[in-house]
């Protein structure tokens, strides 16, 4: 397996919505360049977001892989590059209380659980967590 990432242009848009289930408009953070494809070797199996906005932080906004993809590995080496290319002292990212795959993955891979918050998902707190040891 051989993950990589690449920025995402106007001209991806169709790809990563065949693999966003929420089937959401892209194009701004595409234009901000915020969003990266995840590949394996030459195929995109994934996106994710990233950028500064949370406090000056790195922010691990979105990472989703396709289904028949899902907990083979790939997220956690995309995770790890953007740990790689993140400038900021410390990285965080949030998941779904429901999201165990996810909490499982953040949890294994030493990010720290830093709070929840209640009203984004009805039902479904939203679960913060942060690296922090970025090589800075």
Do not use: H
């Amino acid at each position: 397996m051989n993950v990589s990432l690449k920025l995402a242009t106007l001209d991806n848009v169709k790809v990563i919505l065949d693999i966003d289930d929420l089937k959401r408009d892209w194009t701004k953070a595409i234009s901000q360049k915020e969003c990266y494809l995840i590949f394996d070797n030459v195929e995109v199996v994934g996106f994710l977001v990233f950028n500064y906005t949370f406090f000056d932080c790195g922010w691990l906004g979105m990472i989703e892989i396709r289904k028949d993809l899902q907990e083979k590995g790939i997220g956690e080496k995309a995770i790890n590059l953007v740990v790689k290319m993140c400038r900021a002292q410390k990285l965080f990212t949030s998941t779904n209380k429901s999201n165990i795959p996810m909490r499982r993955l953040l949890t294994k891979m030493n990010f720290i659980f830093s709070g929840e918050l209640d009203g984004l998902d009805k039902g479904d707190p939203e679960l913060f967590y942060y690296y922090k040891n970025l090589q800075k």
